[in-house]
């Protein structure tokens, strides 16, 4: 055999080899689909109840940090925000404590722009490269292998990862250095906080006129009001089959989140000193609603709140 199949070889070992770290609403449905594009997978969550869907899987589960990098591989991260980020990476026991060589970490969360950074150049260090790479679709699109990722980092790392990438979604785009892809996120994030207040509003005002909301949902959806706000998460009961109000609001995408993301847009606003009014208002208007809100809320309940405004 030449020493290029060899090479080839041993590449195509170590990117199919992937520890899978955090299995929530998210993070579940994308180590499923990587399994089943038969990746070898570990996967490891602080919650070991999660692990109960996976028990009928190939899927290894690793007990330790050290465990998950007992080789050459690739890291895919999907945990709630930057400090959980910077614990599992950077914490007493962290995984750059352990984590070989040439190995990529990819952070498919949504994090803040230090933490980013901050875990780029740490892991950089070690001769790891470093990929920020969220997602936008919701679980729905988790589950259907449709997301949209938006990828930071050097492009040679983006390359050898895009069949990992492609197994999880649709809409694959690389923006460019280190943390790019987080910016993207956070003003993704920012419009969508922005538009569905705007939906329950409107919502809210047709209501007080006693229009009937089925008939002007089927208008707006079709009209230049349309958004993905509304036509995935409608915050009325009856109307869209995806929507949380069908359930009591039960989260897909939890109200703490989008008022996370909503900080985080801020933060950035205020580095480059310019001001999102728009973005500002939704991020005080889900301050108020995540105070109030004793049941972790979907993000669409935030109509109960400005219903009674």
């Known amino acids: ?10 590449n195509y070992l170590i990117m199919n080899k992937i520890s899978f770290i955090g299995l929530g609403n998210m993070g579940k449905p994308m ?5 089943k594009k038969k990746f070898d997978i ?39 925000d930057g400090k959980a980020l910077r614990e599992f990476v950077l914490g007493k026991n962290g ?26 150049e740490e892991l950089n260090k070690k001769g790891v490269s470093f990929l920020d790479a969220p997602v936008s679709g919701g679980i729905s699109g988790a589950k259907n292998a449709t997301l ?6 050097k492009k040679a790392a983006f390359n050898k990862v895009i069949n990992i990438f492609n197994a999880l979604g649709k809409n694959i785009i690389y923006v460019g250095k280190s943390g790019t892809g987080q910016i993207v996120k956070a003003c993704n994030n920012m419009m969508l906080g922005i538009n569905m207040i705007g939906v329950c509003e409107a919502f ?25 706000a509304m036509n995935a998460h409608l915050p009325i009961a009856g109307i869209v089959k995806s929507s ?22 801020q ?10 009014s728009m973005g500002l208002n939704a991020f005080k208007l889900y301050k108020i609603f995540c105070k109030l809100d004793k049941k972790n809320l979907d993000y669409a309940g935030i109509i109960k709140v400005l219903e009674k405004f």
């Not at 180590?31 to 399994?35: E, M, P, V």
């Not at 809210?204 to 993905?228: E, R």
């Not at 949380?244 to 847009?265: C, M, T, V």
Request: glycine share 2%.
């Open 267 to 276: 933060e950035m606003a205020k580095r480059v000193k310019f001001k999102t």
């Open 204 to 228: 809210t005002l047709a209501k007080k006129y006693k229009i009937d909301l089925k008939k002007f949902y089927d208008i707006t959806s079709k009209s230049s009001g349309s958004s993905w």
């Open 1 to 10: 055999m030449s020493i290029f199949k060899v090479l080839e070889k041993e």
């Open 148 to 153: 949209t990722i938006m990828v930071g980092g």
């Open 42 to 80: 570990n996967i490891y969550d602080i919650n070991k109840s999660l692990y109960k869907p996976f028990k009928n899987t190939n899927a290894k589960v690793a007990a330790s940090n050290e465990e998950l990098s007992a080789d050459e591989r690739i890291f895919i991260s999907m945990v709630p």
């Open 244 to 265: 949380a109000a069908n359930n009591s609001f039960k989260p897909g995408y939890a109200a703490k989140l989008i008022l996370k993301d909503l900080q985080i847009s």
């Open 95 to 120: 995984i750059i404590n352990f984590i070989k060589k040439k190995s990529i970490f990819i952070d498919c969360s949504s994090v803040d722009y230090e933490s980013t950074i901050k875990i780029s």
């Open 31 to 35: 180590a499923f689909n990587l399994l």
